[in-house]
C-alpha cells in the first residue's frame, strides 16, 4: 500500500512537470502556431541556471532567475531566427527549433560536459515530511506545491486579464483579434517569452530530483509532446487532464512492470488516438490547419 | 516513346558512373571506401524519407523506427530464426516486411492527423519502440544490442572480401574496396530509379496535388489518406531496408539506431542536401557524414558545429545544396558561377 501511495505521488509529481512544459508548448502553439522543439533545451537551461546559481544565491533565487535568463534567451532567439519562420508552413518551424535545441544542447555539452550533477538544494527541502502512514521528500513536496501555483497562475492570467483574453482569442482566430484591434504580435512575443520561461523555470524547479545533464531536456519534452496529442493541441485542460494522467499511468507502471514504465505512455496515445484523433479536448478545426 | 527509354538510359548510366567514381574521388578527400559504403546506406533511407517529406509534403519526425527495426529484423533473421541457412535476400526480404508491417500500422493510427501533430505522434512511436528494444532484453540483448552478424553469402561471394588487387595511383587500390560496396550501389541505383519512377507517375502526381491542396485533392476524388499512408509505408521499408543493410555491414544494430538523433539525421541530411530533388538526400548524406568524420577528428565541437550548419542552411538555403542549383530558386549557383 505504502509503495502505491509512494508511485501515485512520484507519478503525479512527474506528471505535474510534463503538464507545465505542455501548457507553455500548447499555449506557444495556439498563439503563434509554433511547435518548438528547443523547449526541451530551454528546460536544460533553466535546470544548468540552477546548478550554476543555487551555491551562490540560493536555490530558491535561482528559480525567477531561470525564468529571467529564458525570457531574455527567448527574446534573443525571437528577433535573431524565429521572426523569420513565423510566416512559413510548420514544417521549416519545426526544423529550425530543431535545429536551435541541436545548437544549445550542444553548446551546454561542451561547456559543462556530458555528466549528470545534481543541483544543490536547502537543508530544509532535504528532510521527509510525514504524510499520515508515509513520509515523502519534502523537496518533491515542493516541486508539485510550486508546479501547482504556477498553473493557476497562468489560468489567472489566460481568464482573469485582458491579455488573457487576447491570447485565447488569438489561439481561436489570430486575424479576427487583429482586425478588432487586439495587439497580436506583442501578444505572441508575450506568449513566447513567458513560454520559454516557464519551461527554464520548471527546468530550475526540478533539477534537485532528476539531475541536470545537457539531454535532461528531452527526457520531459517528448512525453510533453504525448500530452499536448493526448489533451489536444491548444486546449489548456487537455494539458493539464493529461499530464496528470500520463504522470500516474507512468507511476503505477513502474509498480507492476517496471520494463513497461516509458512504453506505457506511447500505448496510451496510440489507444486514445484510435478513438480520438484531436485528442481529448482538441478542436479538430485547429488540428486541421495545423 | 524512344526518347523516353533515351532518358532512362541516361539516367541510369550517369548515376551508375557517378557511384562507381564515388569512392575513389572520396579517397582524394581523405575518405574511405567503408565510409562511402555507409553513406549509401544511409543515403538510401534518406531518400525514402524525402520521398514522404519532399513529395507527400509529410514530416516524420521518427523514421528512426523504421531504420532501427530494420536492423533488428535483419539481425535477429541471421543470428536466431535461420542461423544455418541464412540468405541475404531471405533476410533483407523479412527486414522490409516486418517494416512494412509496422509502418502500416502506425501510419493507420498517425495519417487521420495533420502537420505538426502527424511529425509529434511518429516521434513518440519511435520514441516506444526505442523503449522496447531497450526493455526487451531477451530478444534484443538491451543496451549491448546484437554482435556478430555475419553477413549471408550471396552464392560462394562474400560480401566482406575485397575486390581484386589493381593499383590506381592517387585513387587508391581497388582492394581496399570491398564487395559490399558494388552491391550497396546497385541496390542505390534501383532506389533511385524507383523514386524516379514514383515521382513521375500518377501516384507521384496525386501526392503532389495533395501537398499542394489537400482539401482539394479530396474534392477531386482522390482519398488523401490513402495516398500518405502508401507513402508512408513505402518510406518506411526503404528506411528499413537501409537498417538492415547497415546492420549485416556493421555486423551489429545496437538501440542507437532507434534514437531521436537519429530520427532527426535524415532530417538533417535530406534538408542540407535539398528536400524534393533525387539526389539531395544522397549527396546530403555524404556531405555530413563525411563532415562528421573529418571534423569529429578535429574537435568535439562537431555537433554544435553541425547544428549552425542546418540552421544555417534552413534559413539562407531552404531548397539544401542541391535545390539551390535549381533555376529561379534564391541562392541559384548556377547563375551566382555564371554557369549560364
Not at chain 1, 28 to 41: D, Q, T
Not at chain 2, 111 to 122: D, K, N, S
Not at chain 2, 246 to 257: E, W
Amino acid at each position: 500500500m505504502e509503495a502505491v501511495a509512494i508511485q501515485l505521488f512520484d507519478g503525479t509529481i512527474r506528471g505535474l512537470i510534463y503538464v507545465a512544459i505542455a501548457l507553455s508548448l500548447t499555449i506557444i502553439f495556439g498563439m503563434l502556431r509554433l511547435v518548438n522543439f528547443a523547449h526541451g533545451a530551454f528546460f536544460a537551461v533553466g535546470a544548468y541556471v540552477a546548478l550554476l546559481l543555487a551555491p551562490k544565491i540560493g536555490y530558491y533565487a535561482s528559480i525567477p532567475a531561470a525564468l529571467i535568463v529564458l525570457a531574455i534567451l527567448a527574446l534573443l532567439l525571437d528577433r535573431i531566427v524565429l521572426r523569420l519562420f513565423y510566416a512559413k508552413d510548420p514544417t521549416s518551424q519545426i526544423l529550425v527549433t530543431f535545429g536551435i535545441a541541436l545548437v544549445i544542447q550542444e553548446s551546454l555539452r561542451l561547456i559543462f560536459g556530458g555528466t549528470t550533477q545534481t543541483t544543490q538544494m536547502p537543508a530544509s527541502l532535504m528532510q521527509s515530511i510525514p504524510l499520515g502512514f508515509i513520509s515523502y521528500p519534502a523537496i518533491r513536496l515542493f516541486v508539485a506545491v510550486s508546479i501547482i501555483v504556477l498553473v493557476g497562475v497562468v489560468w489567472w492570467i489566460l481568464v482573469g486579464t485582458n491579455y488573457g483574453l487576447i491570447v485565447r482569442a488569438g489561439i481561436r482566430d489570430r486575424t479576427m483579434v487583429a482586425l478588432l484591434g487586439g495587439n497580436v504580435t506583442v501578444a505572441s512575443r508575450v506568449v513566447l517569452v513567458v513560454g520559454a520561461g516557464i519551461a527554464g523555470l520548471v527546468g530550475a524547479l526540478s533539477s534537485p530530483i532528476f539531475g541536470v545533464d545537457p539531454n535532461v531536456g528531452f527526457s520531459f519534452l517528448v512525453p510533453a509532446f504525448v500530452v499536448v496529442v493526448i489533451g489536444g493541441l491548444g486546449s489548456f485542460w487537455g494539458a493539464v487532464i493529461a499530464g496528470i494522467f500520463i504522470g500516474i499511468l507512468q507511476g503505477l507502471t513502474t509498480l507492476v512492470m517496471p520494463a513497461a514504465s516509458d512504453v506505457v505512455i506511447y500505448l496510451a496515445m496510440a489507444l486514445i488516438l484510435l478513438v480520438r484523433p484531436q485528442g481529448l479536448m482538441g478542436e479538430s478545426e485547429l488540428i486541421r490547419q495545423a | 516513346m524512344r526518347e523516353r527509354v533515351f532518358a532512362e538510359a541516361r539516367f541510369l548510366i550517369l548515376t551508375a558512373l557517378g557511384l562507381a567514381v564515388f569512392p575513389f574521388l572520396f579517397n582524394l578527400v581523405g575518405g574511405y571506401s567503408g565510409l562511402a559504403t555507409q553513406i549509401l546506406m544511409v543515403g538510401i533511407a534518406a531518400t525514402g524519407f524525402n520521398l514522404l517529406l519532399g513529395y507527400a509534403g509529410v514530416l516524420s519526425y521518427g523514421h528512426a523506427m523504421f531504420y532501427g527495426i530494420g536492423g533488428y529484423a535483419a539481425a535477429l533473421m541471421v543470428l536466431k530464426f535461420m542461423p544455418t541457412t541464412a540468405n541475404l535476400w531471405l533476410t533483407l526480404l523479412f527486414a522490409i516486411v516486418v517494416v512494412a508491417i509496422q509502418a502500416l500500422l502506425i501510419g493507420a493510427l498517425a495519417i487521420r492527423t495533420y502537420g505538426i501533430y502527424f511529425a509529434l505522434i511518429t516521434l513518440a512511436f519511435a520514441q516506444m519502440f526505442y523503449f522496447i528494444m531497450f526493455e526487451w532484453r531477451d530478444l534484443t540483448n538491451g543496451d549491448n544490442g546484437l554482435n556478430n552478424i555475419v553477413p549471408p553469402p550471396i552464392g560462394s561471394l562474400s560480401l566482406t572480401a575485397p575486390l581484386p588487387q589493381l593499383n590506381l595511383g592517387p585513387f587508391g587500390d581497388l582492394s581496399q574496396i570491398h564487395y559490399w560496396y558494388p552491391f550497396t550501389a546497385i541496390i542505390v541505383l534501383l532506389v533511385l530509379w524507383f523514386s524516379r519512377f514514383l515521382v513521375a507517375s500518377q501516384f507521384g502526381e496525386v501526392l503532389a496535388a495533395i501537398r499542394e491542396n489537400e482539401e482539394r485533392s479530396e474534392f477531386v476524388g482522390f482519398s488523401p489518406a490513402k495516398y500518405k499512408l502508401a507513402a508512408f509505408v513505402i518510406s518506411g521499408m526503404l528506411a528499413g531496408l537501409a537498417g538492415a543493410l547497415r546492420a549485416l555491414y556493421d555486423g551489429s544494430v545496437a538501440v542507437d539506431t532507434l534514437t531521436i538523433e537519429q530520427s532527426g539525421n535524415f532530417v538533417v541530411y535530406t534538408i542540407i542536401g535539398g528536400v524534393k530533388t533525387l539526389f539531395g538526400p544522397l549527396i546530403g548524406s555524404a556531405l555530413v557524414m563525411y563532415l562528421a568524420n573529418v571534423v569529429s577528428a578535429k574537435t568535439e565541437a562537431w555537433r554544435l558545429i553541425e547544428g549552425l550548419i542546418f540552421v544555417a542552411v534552413i534559413v539562407f538555403l531552404p531548397g539544401g545544396v542541391v535545390g539551390s542549383f535549381a533555376r529561379g530558386s534564391r541562392f541559384d549557383f548556377s547563375r551566382i558561377l555564371r554557369l549560364r
